[in-house]
């Protein structure tokens, strides 16, 4: 008789829409117990890397990775990479490298991210964002000019979720000349950037994005946070 491992790595092969999730049961258990237990971890890793590579069903492979999403190494950014472009499993893969621990995985989606299209750009752009991947600013700048405008609107909020000086001075070069489409979602953006700066220590930066915020021409709201964070900031 199959240990219970192998015979739910052996049940995978048949997984898909509608089966029992019961089968699956000793591989959650074997990611669970291989946590604190780097050897057992790479093993099970590299076990997972090999079904996934079968390309079984879908929802086969984005049961993989989500279990590479809570033991992957540095050895998983690869296979996820690959998947970025697969419209059905691109969120998996991206919520994968997204919660990785591993710099690469920032690395990794900058490289991809010219060679995506639509949604799937569009989730890379928020990965890179919510990762706060400073050497991922060049990149977003570029796509600040993208036709469409919800990849314009993806790369401004990342740059705000960055906040960097860098990121601020793009969003403020990019004030004159963002569509009016683009207008809120940059107002906003560049509020968050300030606040990001202001938790980490840079006040003038801030404190420059502030006074762009204040003026008549921004969301009401806007205007007022920025207002309030001049009023209270102490001279930088």
Partial sequence: MPAPIDAAFEALKSYGPGSSRAALLPIDEAVVSALP????????????????ALGESVVAQEYLCQKLTLIGSELSLP????????PALATAARNALEASPHPLASQVLRERLPQLNGL????????????R???SVPALVVLLAAPAPEISRAAVTALGEIGT???????????????????????DACLLCAERLTATGQRAEAQSLY??????????????AAARSLAVAPKP
């Fill in 37 to 52: 237990d780097p050897p057992a971890r790479l093993a099970l890793e590299r076990r997972l890397l090999a079904a996934l």
């Fill in 79 to 86: 296979a996820l990479a690959a998947l970025l472009d697969r």
């Fill in 120 to 131: 799937a750009q569009i989730g890379a752009i928020q990965s890179l964002g919510i990762r």
């Fill in 133 to 135: 991947d400073p050497a």
């Fill in 165 to 187: 000086p860098a990121a601020a001075q793009a969003l403020r070069a990019f004030q004159p000349r963002a569509p009016g489409v683009l207008r809120a979602a940059l107002a």
């Fill in 211 to 224: 006074r762009l915020l204040a003026n008549a021409s921004q969301p009401r709201h806007v205007q007022d």
